[in-house]
């Protein structure tokens, strides 16, 4: 089946894709690393959009690669192309997200639960997604958010992050997803049949996506499923590592039958206590022969694996 390269990790309302390389080339695919590469090939993506854009991200951000982004999604509105955006529901400034209205942008805040009495009972169920769809035919999916904090030239404290470009079949059920997610595509929920996603057969790239209600471990059974079918080399980089103990277990079970596991979490992190939880699991780890490492150029943001 070859290498499998995985992006993502359960957290919030991640999601995922998993590359599987066979012999036949039926995807196009290709990996940015961090706003330089990234933010180019999306502004580019939307420039030449032709029928809609699709856009789910954590925040809208008002330093310049936020107010670039802001640009071109009203000049492709303007021309006539059908813009939806799906933000946080907090933290993205009111005067950014009119003016997109003000231009026929369909815009929606993520908020997974009903109000109780008037107030929000969900305040830690928060979008993380950060995925671009560009007329049903090409997508952008990883964890760099449209900030200038994702770019070096930042300084000492741009984040480190990773992202992916990719066509052809599979872009068709990342649409499908956005769409749902978005409310502008209906969904028939039924008792019957499994909850997860089937598994894909001769894949060269699947889509797979967590939320706290009916896919809490999808992405879980697929670390978990690269961990006990490796046979030499397994390197995870996880900017929040704080997996559950099935996870844990597999890790040192791979280690422990002679696959080189290496884990890459934050040396510099951005948040303290992130750098403090991971050590807890450190000792527990490199007892059974994982290799732990902490990236110090910059604050680590990604998740992937290969």
Not at 13 to 31: D, E, H, Q, Y
Not at 53 to 58: P, S
Not at 78 to 105: C, F, H, W
Not at 235 to 246: L, M
């Amino acid at each position: 089946m070859g290498t499998r390269f995985c992006h993502g990790f359960p957290f919030w309302n991640m999601k995922i894709v998993i590359f599987l390389w066979p012999t036949a080339k039926t995807a196009a695919c290709c990996t940015a690393k961090n706003g330089k590469a990234f933010f180019p090939l999306v502004f580019g993506s939307i420039q030449r959009a032709e029928r809609s854009v699709l856009l789910e991200t954590f925040i809208l951000f008002e330093d310049e690669v936020g107010k670039a982004l802001h640009r071109e999604l009203l000049a492709a509105a303007q021309r006539g192309v059908k813009i939806e955006v799906m933000v946080d529901g907090y933290g993205s400034p009111d005067r950014l997200v009119n003016s997109l209205t003000a231009e026929a942008v369909r815009f929606i805040y993520y908020d997974p639960r009903p109000l109780v009495i008037g107030m929000h009972t969900n305040i830690l169920r928060r979008l993380h997604c950060k995925t671009v769809v560009v007329d049903d035919v090409i997508a952008f999916v990883g964890g760099i958010n449209f900030s200038a904090e994702h770019n070096t030239s930042y300084g000492p404290e741009a984040k480190q992050d990773y992202a992916v470009e990719v066509k052809g079949p599979i872009v068709a059920d990342i649409t499908a997803y956005v769409r749902q997610a978005m409310g502008s595509k209906a969904v028939t929920r039924r008792w019957w049949g499994g909850r997860s996603h089937r598994p894909a057969v001769n894949a060269q790239v699947l889509y797979v996506y967590r939320n706290n209600d009916d896919h809490r471990d999808d992405i879980e059974k697929h670390y978990l499923d690269m961990l006990s079918t490796a046979n030499e080399d397994v390197i995870i980089a996880n900017a929040y590592f704080f997996p559950g103990y099935r996870l844990l277990r597999e890790m040192r079970s791979a280690a422990q039958r002679g696959v080189r596991v290496r884990l890459i979490v934050q040396g510099e992190p951005d948040m303290p206590i992130v750098k403090l939880g991971a050590k807890m699991l450190y000792n527990y780890l490199v007892d059974a022969g994982v290799e732990v490492y902490e990236y110090i150029r910059r604050p680590l943001h990604g998740k992937v694996a290969v």
